[in-house]
């Protein structure tokens, strides 16, 4: 299964910390609008595959969220959904 990623231009960030270069980016999965942005980051040395390799990492993760998040909508019906509480 293939998922789509885009990591927006202006959210790709290179810093130092404690001596360490880090690359820090946001990714998006617009096939699941539903789904945050991600904050993502990595050590150097930074590589294509590095990243690739980050984001896929990420993106299992929310393959996974997006199967619970279907079933248990699945599950709640409307009247689950739309209700009214008297206060």
Do not use: C, W
């Not at 539903?34 to 990243?51: I, V």
């Amino acid at each position: 299964m293939k998922i789509k990623v885009q990591i927006p231009q202006n959210q790709i960030h290179h810093y130092v910390e404690d001596d360490k270069d880090i690359l820090q980016f946001d990714a998006v999965f617009p096939d699941y609008p539903d789904l945050p942005t991600y904050g993502l980051m990595m050590e150097a040395p930074f590589s294509k595959e590095k990243l690739i390799d980050t984001v896929k990492a990420k993106a299992l993760e929310v393959k996974e969220q997006a199967a619970r998040d279907t079933a248990v909508r699945t599950l709640l019906t409307d009247d689950i959904k739309i209700f009214e509480v008297d206060v």
